[in-house]
């Protein structure tokens, strides 16, 4: 095997025909395989990512074994990992991430103030720790980057006074002076900054490297150049690009930045797709994979997630197609794991101690167990029902006898107490009796054992899951790395949430990886693209902002200071990202981009520049294809055939037993959504609110209004046709409900709203009155009906129930009127609510007036609403103006709709009279339906409440 000079790197460039993961292996196992072995020991090979190294030895493992050759393994490193394999070992050890954010705030503190104040002006109090460590954390960015490029803040301080161009250079003294003082204080506590400690460190005589083979090296840091050069090991630079690219990268095929930045984009207009928001985008994805033909396997598709929003989506959307599966490849974010989320919950907790953070600690599924387990709470007691009650119900509690909910409180205080028992370790004051006065080390054990408490159960331990062990093995890092930061001359003091805050932020952006399992399509991040070996690539976030991201500002280093000290700025950092994109596509057999007009808040995105990088027409041509959009496009996208092996197949359900009887309120649901419907009133499923409440939400702020005019509708005061009794009998009545909700102490919120609604029921008044005078009695008030039908024909196809909130006989023309009040923020006329552009999508006052007939007799009744609204002008009575064929039309729709529930059809297509129930299902498939065995029949759909 004949090796290069071991003082040049050799340029190989593998071309562009395939994946340059796949050209990287054939040159490996060509240029080291020989004579039935494959031998890279002491070869390192270097990647962009951890990820790509895996991927790169499973693929030696499987060619090796079908050319039946024996392999000897390489090491496998990443720009970052390789400066600390080949420098000699530094004498300290490496500070963790709390001991550096810790020891940068208290550097800055130590510094004279008359040094410091050029770059801190205004510094914060001595004793506020989180100040001075955001401040920390600003120097420690520019630290930390400057230090890749081998500068010390000394170092850039001078290079800035040597070019002469920043109007502030005394700033970067206070930074050289500030970093001395972290690295000092580092030293005293026998720690070392690892990336500063790199700087100029001896390379390891005794490295037993034979190669070194670079992968598609992107980016290399001054460190790992330098070992590079100072290594003597004969260095091999792999790229995936042709011989006639030569100019475009360095000696090192590392791109020539400035030749990438203004390249044209490498994809054709039928491989750029525009979408919606983040949702629609992974719509997008999973139907141009499932478009494919012939259908590729799992392992041959790669989706690019750079938008963290469209990653979310996308595992969303994948579970609910049948036959799909998708793995991120970055992991799970630590962020999401049950511990980290646990430490989140107690850190608010401790901070806040008021209702909503003891919800959320207590709702944390290893609280919940543990409180099951030790307070003896079983199923029967309905505790955590009992909670949800009292939490969403209750405003800021006042002690009052004869509380309805007194067994909710007597729960709730017997919760709270086995929770402040739990966490009173992290609650024991200090030495000199302060909650601050509490060393990190102290805090550090306290964090473990709260935590110990909850996981060290030896049942609950062998059911974890391996991500759950590997978060709680990385906070207990993170907990060592705090302890660390503990010291006596001067002690370092901080209470429980600040410890909190620093293992939190020690654990943030970490990740814990899943395994991915067989038939898994990968999600890959933007940085690990260009060397995922599948043939496919779906590339979705492609938005300005995302890529390229938006440059974070930063107060040290401007674009002048940059280039001051020789580091990269924005025409570089795109010709990165342009290089990247270029990378990414090639060697591939399909690529398909994605791009948002919308983020998940609903703000407006622009394309990536990246995709607009072409000759005017053609960029042109893109932004006219991305303004323009079609409403109908995203339904006609999703929609798939069934039946076909490529395609998606949809999820089986169970075909469910038909209700007995529903309420008239039930149609609305149904015409908005069968599926919905199905959801919501056959299975009954309910999301449960356990937030209290600081102010009245819309239905208890509605409910009160409606509470007082029934009580009014029921009253002697109904026949008052003066306005003003009847709005001294409405305000009367509505105080009356009000301090049987809340009480008598009002917070300051629930007394504006309180006013807000008594202008509206003033208003109501003075249209009652009118109304009065005009012949209107109220004869009837809250009617229940609860045995009617809906018959057809003579048949009876299913049973009705309802409520009719007010029933009115004009006493000098014998007409009735059916009213249903409206309290909503806006409340339209119910002939606008009830039917659409595309016909019924509401049949409530339709069907009140069959449940009425016994009351109203033979005659049509007026219809219409009694408004409550925000609005003065949607205030007062409302009433529909249909005839007889209108409402015999509604009468068939309600036929259609009452065959349709007894049938189970849910799952079918939706129905084309309600505006809003086009699209809500993504049927990339039609559902099959499962006969089940012989159930006992439904007694009925309950009738459920809502914002009236």
Request: with cysteine.
């Amino acid at each position: 095997m004949t090796l290069p000079d071991p003082q040049a790197a050799t340029r190989v460039f593998l071309g562009r025909d395939r994946p340059a993961l796949v050209s990287a292996c054939r040159w490996l196992i060509d240029r080291f395989g020989g004579d039935g072995r494959l031998d890279l020991s002491g070869v390192a090979v270097v990647t962009p990512g951890a990820r790509a190294g895996r991927l790169l030895l499973g693929a030696l493992v499987d060619v090796s074994d079908s050319e039946q050759m024996e392999l000897f393994p390489p090491e496998l490193l990443t720009p970052g990992s390789l400066a600390d394999r080949l420098l000699e070992p530094c004498e300290l050890p490496e500070a963790g991430g709390i001991a550096r954010t810790v020891a940068w705030a208290e550097a800055l503190r130590m510094v004279d103030a008359e040094i410091l104040l050029p770059l801190v002006p205004h510094p914060p109090e001595h004793k506020d720790l989180g100040a001075w460590r955001a401040l920390g954390e600003v120097l420690a960015q520019a630290s930390s980057e400057l230090a890749s490029f081998g500068l010390t803040m000394q170092a850039a301080a001078e290079r800035v006074e040597e070019a002469g161009k920043d109007p502030a250079p005394e700033r970067w003294r206070a930074a050289a002076a500030a970093q001395r003082a972290y690295i000092e204080l580092l030293e005293d506590r026998g720690l070392c900054d690892p990336e500063l400690a790199r700087i100029g460190r001896p390379v390891r005589a005794d490295h037993g490297l034979n190669a070194i083979v670079l992968v598609s090296p992107a980016e290399l840091s001054a460190d790992a150049e330098r070992v590079i050069a100072e290594a003597g090991a004969p260095v091999w630079s792999l790229i995936a690009f042709d011989d006639g690219e030569s100019e475009a990268f360095d000696a090192l095929g590392r791109p020539v930045l400035d030749r990438w930045a203004d390249r044209p984009c490498p994809l054709d207009d039928d491989a750029i797709v525009f979408a919606e928001g983040p949702d629609d985008q992974a719509e997008r994805a999973l139907v141009a994979i499932a478009e494919l033909d012939p259908a590729p396997a799992p392992d041959e598709i790669v989706i690019g997630t750079p938008d963290p929003q469209v990653t979310d989506a996308l595992v969303l959307l994948s579970a609910s197609v049948e036959g799909l599966r998708v793995h991120d490849a970055r992991g799970l974010p630590i962020e999401a794991t049950p511990p980290v989320r646990l430490l989140e919950a107690m850190r608010v907790y401790l901070l806040q101690r008021d209702q909503r953070s003891a919800a959320d600690l207590i709702r944390h599924p290893e609280v919940e167990r543990w409180l099951a387990k030790k307070l003896g709470l079983g199923r029967t007691e309905r505790w955590l029902p009992k909670l949800d009650e009292y939490l969403s119900s209750s405003l800021p509690p006042e002690d009052r006898e004869g509380d309805e909910r007194a067994d909710q409180i007597e729960v709730l205080a017997t919760v709270v107490g086995a929770v402040s028992e739990w966490l009173e370790p992290l609650d024991a004051p200090g030495s000199t009796g302060g909650l601050r006065d509490r060393s990190p080390d102290d805090l550090a054990q306290s964090i473990l054992d709260a935590l110990a408490e909850l996981y060290s159960d030896e049942e609950r331990a062998s059911r974890l899951k391996d991500r759950d062990l590997e978060a709680l093995r990385q906070i207990a890092a993170a907990c060592a790395d705090l302890a660390s930061c503990a010291h006596d001359e001067p002690p370092l003091l901080m209470d429980a949430p600040e410890a909190l805050v620093l293992v939190l932020d020690a654990l943030g952006g970490g990740a814990v990886r899943e395994e991915s399992g067989a038939g898994a399509v990968e999600l890959v991040g933007w940085l690990e693209l260009a060397l995922d070996p599948s043939p496919v690539l779906v590339l979705t976030g492609m938005n300005e902002g995302v890529v390229p991201p938006s440059p974070r500002p930063h107060p040290l280093l401007n674009e002048q200071t940059r280039a001051d000290l020789g580091l990269p700025g924005r025409r570089a950092r795109l010709g990165l990202d342009a290089f990247r994109l270029h990378a990414a596509v090639s060697g591939r057999r399909r690529v398909v981009a994605i791009s948002g007009r919308r983020d998940l808040a609903g703000d407006p995105l622009r394309p990536s520049r990246l995709l607009l990088m072409d000759d005017d027409g053609a960029m042109a041509a893109r932004v006219l294809r991305w303004a323009e959009h079609a409403p109908g496009d995203r339904r006609r996208i999703a929609r798939r055939e069934s039946g076909s092996a490529e395609k998606f197949c949809a999820p089986v359900l169970e075909r469910p037993t038909p209700p007995v009887s529903v309420s008239v309120t039930a149609f609305k649901r149904f015409l908005e959504s069968p599926y919905m419907f199905y959801l919501t009133d056959i299975l009954r499923l309910d999301e449960a609110d356990d937030r209290p409440q600081r102010e009245l939400d819309a239905l208890a702020f509605g409910n009160l209004i409606h509470k007082a005019l029934e009580k009014f509708g029921l009253s002697d005061d109904r026949d008052d046709a003066d306005p003003g009794r009847i709005e001294l009998a409405l305000h009367a009545f509505f105080d009356e409900e009000l301090a049987e909700m809340v009480g008598s102490r009002l917070p300051a919120t629930v007394r504006v709203q309180a006013d807000l609604a008594k202008r509206r029921l003033s208003d109501f008044a003075a249209r009652q009155a009118e109304h009065r005078r005009e012949g209107w009695q109220i004869v009837h008030c809250e009617q229940n009906f609860k045995d009617a039908a809906l018959v057809v024909n003579g048949r009876r196809l299913i049973g009705l129930r309802g409520r009719i909130d007010r029933i009115d006989r004009n006493d000098k023309t014998g007409e009735h009127a059916i009213i249903d009040y409206k309290t909503g923020q806006r409340v339209d006329p119910p002939g606008t609510t009830h039917v659409g552009r595309n016909g019924w999508k509401d049949l409530q006052l339709p069907l009140y007036r069959h449940l009425a007939k016994g009351i109203v007799g033979p005659g049509a009744p007026l219809l219409g609403y009694g408004r409550i609204g925000a609005k003065r002008k949607e205030i007062g009575f409302a009433f529909a103006d249909w005839d007889a064929d209108v409402l015999h039309e509604a009468d068939l729709v309600a036929a259609d709709v009452a065959e349709r529930i007894l049938a189970c059809d849910f799952f079918g297509e939706e129905l084309s009279s309600p505006e809003g129930a086009a699209g809500y299902i993504m049927d990339l498939g039609e559902p099959t339906i499962v006969d089940p065995p012989d159930l006992k029949p439904d007694r009925g759909v309950e009738e459920r409440g809502g914002a009236r």
